[in-house]
């Protein structure tokens, strides 16, 4: 079965400092890896996704990750964070079944970004 | 934003109670989830369909039934609530070849 473990359960930086959100993930099969982002009293939207190609995927919003496939990792980063950024973020593993994408996510990191 | 309508979108009920959840799309998207989300557990599966009448278990599916009787409405139910499924819903769609969820914003429910 397919997990995916967030490092961190809460994360705070001062603005404009870059940020790192950390994810593993453990799959026997080839992966799909995915960031989405849930603003305060929202549903998720997606961030970033691999799919297969460059290791290094970018986003929305100035985020960035980087699939690591001998450290099972995809870590989430942003050269300098705002206030807007302020939110949880879940990293997720996909699975196909019948054409339906079966998300396995991550427990989620609590970003706090302070003036 | 993608045409997701959850309701309700904040209910109290008791323990022994039925209750259903409603999503409701105008996407005309093929595949619909219903996850729960719960603090250190992230969003975990509970049900999803593939089709009208077409419908799997998830990761967490004890307790919870649904149905999908046309594309825009997926039912979710609890057929006698207890208070570990105090939760908030998230219903999602998809379409067939696209590897991205579209979120609705969420059921909060309280079961007492």
């Known amino acids: 079965a397919q997990s995916v473990t967030q490092l961190d359960s809460q994360v705070p930086v001062f603005e404009e400092a870059p940020v790192e959100l950390r994810c593993n993930y453990s799959s026997s099969v080839s992966v799909y890896l995915f960031w989405y982002v849930q603003y305060p009293n929202q549903g998720l939207q997606l961030l970033l996704k691999?799919?297969?190609?460059?290791?290094l995927v970018k986003g929305i919003n100035g985020f960035e990750a980087e699939f690591n496939k001998s450290q099972t990792s995809f870590h989430l980063r942003k050269p300098s964070v705002h206030i807007s950024d302020t939110a949880e973020y879940f990293c997720?593993?996909?699975?196909?079944?019948?054409?339906?994408?079966?998300?396995?996510f991550g427990q989620g990191t609590r970003l706090t970004i302070n003036p | 934003d993608a045409g997701i309508t959850q309701s309700p979108r904040h209910k109290v009920t008791e323990t022994g109670t039925p209750v259903t959840l409603r999503c409701h799309q105008t996407?005309?998207?093929?595949?619909m989830y219903w996850y729960r989300q719960d603090p250190g557990h992230g969003l975990r599966l509970i049900h999803y369909?593939?089709?009208?009448?077409?419908?799997d278990k998830g990761e967490v599916s004890d307790g919870y039934s649904v149905s999908r009787s046309k594309t825009e409405d997926f039912l979710l139910t609890l057929e006698s609530a207890t208070s570990s499924q105090t939760s908030v819903y998230f219903c999602?769609?998809?379409?067939?070849?696209?590897?991205?969820?579209?979120f609705g914003s969420g059921t909060q429910l309280s079961v007492l």
């Open positions: 996407e005309n998207h093929r595949y």
């Open positions: 999602a769609i998809s379409e067939r070849g696209s590897e991205k969820l579209f």
């Open positions: 997720a593993v996909s699975d196909f079944v019948q054409g339906a994408q079966k998300l396995v």
């Open positions: 369909s593939y089709g009208v009448k077409d419908t």
């Open positions: 691999y799919l297969s190609g460059s290791t």
